[in-house]
């Protein structure tokens, strides 16, 4: 089993900046590719970003190309998600998933383990 443990959300300006941590249990951590999602008030859950088991491949939603970096330290158990120049639109419950590094892509039934989500709030 497999826990996941976000943190870093918050309320930041227009224009600001956060970094998403995404904490993981378990020795297995880096044979999972990783996933970050977001869920606004009302909407589905969506993806944003996926980062390959090694960390070699990474593939975000075209919203954020430009903003958002997702990468991970193996060694750490940890993920990241530094997002730049945040935008109102931005705000959301922010999740993230470990899920086969085959079939984990840009779904939300592809990921097996969740964590419980961190809170990003961008003012205007």
């Known amino acids: 089993q497999v826990q996941l443990v976000e943190s870093g959300g918050g309320l930041v300006q227009a224009g600001g900046s956060l970094r998403l941590s995404c904490a993981a249990s378990g020795r297995t951590f880096s044979s999972y590719a990783m996933g970050w999602f977001r869920q606004a008030p009302g909407k589905e859950r969506e993806f944003v970003a996926r980062i390959s088991s090694s960390g070699s491949n990474t593939y975000s939603v075209d919203s954020v190309k430009g903003r958002f970096t997702i990468s991970r330290d193996n060694a750490k158990n940890t993920a990241y998600l530094q997002m730049n120049s945040l935008k109102p639109e931005d705000t959301a419950v922010y999740y993230c998933?470990?899920?086969?590094?085959?079939?984990?892509?840009?779904?939300?039934?592809?990921?097996?383990?969740w964590g419980q989500g961190t809170q990003v709030t961008v003012s205007s």
């Open positions: 998933a470990l899920g086969s590094p085959v079939l984990a892509g840009t779904m939300v039934h592809q990921y097996d383990y």
